[in-house]
Nanobody, 116 residues
Framework: EVQLVESGGGLVQPGGSLKLSCAAS????????MSWVRHVPGKGLEWVSH????????YYATSMKGRFTISRDNAKGTLYLQMNSLKPEDTAVYYC?????????WGQGTQVTVSS
């Protein structure tokens, strides 16, 4: 059974940092590109970042570029998102996911709240 379990969310002040983790199991993690997506209250789903299966190539949404860093440890089966210089508009539930035809698999999400 495929499982994705996010952790590391919480309350942080503007300008602060958080590192999210996504522990994967039930599939061959190193064979798949992985993404972070967030659900912003009142705005819907927003793609954040993607990393290729071997970690060699990464992609970011424009508003996250330079502030967020996606990475992975294939030996540990874990995906990460380092978030720096956080802004109130980064408040959202953050999900990791991957696509294995014909389905997209999602974790349960972790809440990030940026507020003073």
């Amino acid at each position: 059974e495929v499982q994705l379990v996010e952790s590391g969310g919480g309350l942080v002040q503007p300008g602060g940092s958080l590192k999210l983790s996504c522990a994967a199991s039930g599939f061959t993690f190193e064979d798949y590109g992985m993404s972070w997506v967030r659900h912003v209250p009142g705005k819907g789903l927003e793609w954040v970042s993607h990393i290729e299966y071997n970690g060699g190539t990464t992609y970011y949404a424009t508003s996250m570029k330079g502030r967020f860093t996606i990475s992975r440890d294939n030996a540990k089966g874990t995906l990460y998102l380092q978030m720096n210089s956080l802004k109130p508009e980064d408040t959202a539930v953050y999900y990791c996911n991957f696509w294995r035809r014909p389905l997209t698999f999602w974790g349960q999400g972790t809440q990030v709240t940026v507020s003073s």
